[in-house]
């Protein structure tokens, strides 16, 4: 399986980590990365394949790999992408919810090209779902997208495969581990000035945490869920959306009193989605996820709630994702 990489921040870089260390529980897919594609450090090409270690040293500056007969380097993202003799494109640069762009084009041109494409890159699912799917479908190539929700805590494949039979009513979860993270030290008494500058310190947090603390994260993995449980075509501007900001010490101490705990709750159903703080009692599934764990439950027909908790983010947890999506897709090239 030829591999094409777009990104090397730590989702990435977590990626390379897992095929040097584990190769030999890889061998079925026998995976070679032959193309790297970054937005500043260059691009690297080598159709019989790159060193995984040289590409890890010089991932600060690709323009330092050794050069090889058949190395080329620093072609355009796009002739790189349809003209490299890849398997399969992985799409891990930063997601962009505005526009989706540079990733959605390159996606497209992989699907065109004939690549199978596996995204933890959130914009273009969350924004274009149904015209990739369609794409996909027409060139008979699969879109995979598992790390763009709970890292590679299987909550998509859990809906769309596990649960194949049921009809899933709603889901409710904590999809945003800074957040959850925030209220948990609130929880032990911290104002939420300080948790979220612990957060930050610790590197839940980014610099600048409006997406996360206003609940803008969560909304894009509601949308990417309800297109792809529900076929529904929902937008950020058509979903409540309500972050944790405004709590207070004194919201967290009511809700003590009453038995219950803040949690940031992303919903979905057929109809649409919202995201908010919510009080939920104590015996509830989701109120005991502690710290930076995410969670979500699923209301079937069938089978009632089934809930799944387990990492939501994290270099080797995302790394995993990928690794989920290229198993299923030798899983499906082993049938045809």
């Not at 890292?151 to 979860?173: D, H, N, V, Y």
Request: proline share 4%; charged share 20%.
């Amino acid at each position: 399986m030829k591999l094409a990489l777009i990104g090397l921040g730590n989702v990435g870089q977590g990626f390379l980590q897992i095929l040097r260390d584990k190769s030999s529980e890889l061998a079925v897919l026998q995976p070679q990365l032959v193309a790297v594609i970054t937005r500043s450090r260059g691009t690297l090409w080598d159709p019989n394949g790159l060193d995984l270690e040289l590409v890890y040293q010089f991932r600060q500056n690709l323009r330092l790999y050794p050069t090889t007969p058949t190395l080329q380097r620093d072609l355009d993202p796009l002739t790189l992408i349809t003209t490299c003799n890849a398997d399969v494109l992985i799409e891990a640069s930063p997601s962009d919810f505005m526009t989706a762009q540079p990733a959605l084009d390159y996606v497209y041109a992989a699907l065109n090209s004939g690549l199978h494409a596996v995204l933890v890159n959130k914009g273009p699912i969350a924004l274009d779902y149904h015209g990739l799917k369609h794409r996909a479908e027409e060139v008979g190539r699969k879109l995979y997208f598992e790390g763009t929700v709970m890292a590679g805590t299987p909550s998509i494949r859990l809906a769309q495969e596990a649960l194949q039979g049921c009809e899933i009513k709603r889901f409710r979860g904590i999809l945003n581990g800074t957040t959850n993270y925030i209220l948990t030290q609130m929880e032990n008494g911290m104002e939420y000035a300080d948790a979220l500058r612990r957060a930050q310190e610790l590197g839940y947090a980014e610099t600048d945490p409006t997406a996360d603390v206003e609940g803008w994260d969560a909304a894009g993995k509601v949308i990417i869920l309800t297109a792809a449980l529900f076929g529904h075509s929902l937008t950020f501007d058509q979903m409540h959306v309500q972050g944790i900001s405004q709590l207070t010490q004194a919201d967290i101490q009511a809700a003590r009193e009453a038995g219950e705990r803040w949690k940031l709750i992303a919903e979905g159903t057929p109809e649409g989605g919202s995201v908010q703080p919510m009080r939920l009692p104590l015996d509830h599934p989701l109120a005991n996820v502690p710290d930076a764990i995410n969670a979500i439950q699923y209301t079937t027909d069938l089978l009632g709630d089934v809930t799944l908790i387990g990492a939501g983010a994290g270099r080797s947890q995302t790394g995993f994702a990928i690794l989920s999506d290229l198993f299923a897709i030798h899983r499906h090239m082993s049938i045809l």
